[in-house]
T-cell receptor, first 114, second 114 residues
Framework: EADIYQTPRYLVIGTGKKITLECSQT?????MYWYQQDPGMELHLIHY???????EKGDLSSESTVSRIRTEHFPLTLESARPSHTSQYLC?????????????FGPGTRLTVT | KNQVEQSPQSLIILEGKNCTLQ??????????LRWYKQDTGRGPVSLTI?????NTKSNGRYTATLDADTKQSSLHITASQLSDSASYIC?????????????FGRGTQLTVWP
């Protein structure tokens, strides 16, 4: 099983609150990713990072922001949560190198904004 | 437009039976194709990865095939078990960028009944 962790696993929060979803990996991977997944739908890439101090936006526009100060941590922040942010957020990591390298996923955070 | 289509959307089979899931893709330039298993409320876990030159790859009771000419793949599950109940996601990677962007299908929801 992959050593990639996400906290919290479930979060219910009111509109307008600031939240941070944590993601950490102990595999020393340079590349990290955040995906958003709605029920029955495909995963969409919202942020990725090639390494420390590197962050890029993904395919799906998101109001969230990310930071990569340490190799093992890749937190995602929503400054002001809205009901439209309700979704599952999945973090992943992979080694640098060919695109054939495996992406390892965390268990996900189920976010509900009321 | 790069897309990954899976069929059927959902499938119910009896324990011990075999089944085959289908995946068609239009991703270009092609790098590799992966099948993931995603249990409810969990992150995806990789089953197989196949590159352009590979036609088939097995992982226990899971056998994936790839026809790069027709851009089709299948995942065959033999002697199904209750624990096989999950969403099976086809994922195609392109080689047009150093990120190795992943394109996700919506998954086939498999339910195995006793």
């Amino acid at each position: 099983e992959a050593d990639i962790y996400q906290t919290p696993r479930y979060l219910v929060i009111g509109t307008g609150k600031k939240i941070t979803l944590e993601c950490s990996q102990t595999m020393g991977h340079d590349k990290m990713y955040w995906y958003q997944q709605d029920p029955g739908m495909e995963l969409h890439l919202i942020h990725y990072s090639y390494g420390v101090n590197s962050t890029e936006k993904g395919d799906l526009s998101s109001e969230s922001t990310v930071s990569r100060i340490r190799t093992e941590h890749f937190p995602l922040t929503l400054e002001s949560a809205r009901p439209s942010h309700t979704s599952q957020y999945l973090c992943a990591s992979s080694e640098s190198g060919p695109s054939s390298y495996e992406q390892y996923f965390g268990p996900g955070t189920r976010l509900t904004v009321t | 437009k790069n897309q990954v289509e899976q069929s059927p959307q959902s499938l119910i089979i009896l324990e011990g039976k075999n089944c085959t899931l289908q995946c068609n893709y239009t991703v270009s330039p092609f790098s590799n194709l992966r099948w993931y298993k995603q249990d409810t409320g969990r992150g995806p876990v990789s089953l197989t990865i196949m590159t352009f030159s590979e036609n088939t790859k097995s992982n226990g009771r899971y056998t994936a095939t790839l026809d790069a000419d027709t851009k089709q793949s299948s995942l065959h599950i033999t002697a199904s078990q209750l624990s096989d109940s999950a969403s099976y996601i086809c994922v195609v990677s392109d080689r047009g960028s150093t990120l190795g962007r992943l394109y996700f299908g919506r998954g086939t929801q498999l339910t195995v009944w006793p």
